[in-house]
């Protein structure tokens, strides 16, 4: 099942195009990562499929339902109302946590599933909890973010996006403000969830990572997406000259 398409995006920023006719599906179970030079537009993808930016033109469609259509060569956004359910389907894991620093751990995982979802209080505790379980926090409930290392912030950040059950999760270089240490204890998470068959696209620099774990690759640059597929074909063989240049200096 396609729970993500977006169709022929583009996004400009004054003069400068960042996003030109991208298009792209997510499959339900599928891991997809992001790979690509800085400032190749891989951010602002994220940012548009999460409707923190708006499209210039193109279709955003969720679980067939649409989020923006394309009308006249320029994106026109559903109503609010069905822009606040379709955000129900995914959840956003940002670089630098995001985390509220005046509530505590617990507080900053039930907050919105108790305030935006309307949901039972004892039942999104019980989930919480059995949540930072699972990302190896679980004694870290009433401690505040300052008190956490990055590691730890990062786990939090994703056991709040977890928390909100969405059907996709999507990661904004999850691990680039973490020292290598750190990393790898993100990286272990993530392993998690894609062995829990949890569908994420995921923006990140580490090659081995997407490698291993995704079942596809995109590799972007200067705003289109330039190959795509099999990870070990388009990082071990890939096809286009700019994906070898770029590999052979991130890999040494």
Do not use: W
């Amino acid at each position: 099942m396609k729970l993500l398409e977006i169709n022929n995006i583009n996004k400009s920023f004054g003069d400068l195009e960042v996003l030109k006719d991208i298009s792209l599906c997510v499959e339900e179970g599928e891991v997809v990562s992001i790979i690509g030079p800085s400032g190749s537009g891989k951010s602002t993808l994220l940012r548009c499929a999460t409707l923190l930016e708006k499209m210039d033109k193109g279709s955003l469609i969720y679980c067939g339902e649409s989020a923006a259509s394309e009308v006249n060569g320029k994106s026109v956004y559903a109503p609010k109302d069905k822009i606040k359910e379709i955000q129900n389907y995914f959840g956003l894991v940002f670089q630098n946590f995001n985390l509220f620093p005046h509530y505590t751990v617990l507080k900053n995982v039930t907050d919105a599933p108790i305030s935006v979802q309307k949901r039972n209080k004892e039942e999104v505790y019980a989930e919480a909890r059995e949540l930072l379980n699972r990302m190896a926090i679980g004694d870290k409930e009433n401690y505040y973010p300052s008190q956490l290392s990055g590691g730890q912030q990062q786990r939090v950040a994703i056991a709040r996006a977890l928390a909100m059950n969405p059907k996709i999760l999507f990661f904004d270089e999850p691990t680039s403000a973490l020292d290598p240490e750190l990393t790898q204890e993100i990286l272990k998470v993530l392993r998690l969830l894609a062995s829990e068959k949890m569908t994420m696209v995921i923006v990140t620099h580490e090659i081995d990572f997407a490698r291993n774990v995704s079942d596809r690759v995109i590799f972007m640059d200067d705003g289109y997406i330039v190959e795509q597929g099999d990870p070990k074909e388009v990082i071990d063989n890939p096809k286009n000259d700019r994906v070898k240049a770029f590999l052979q200096k991130v890999q040494g």
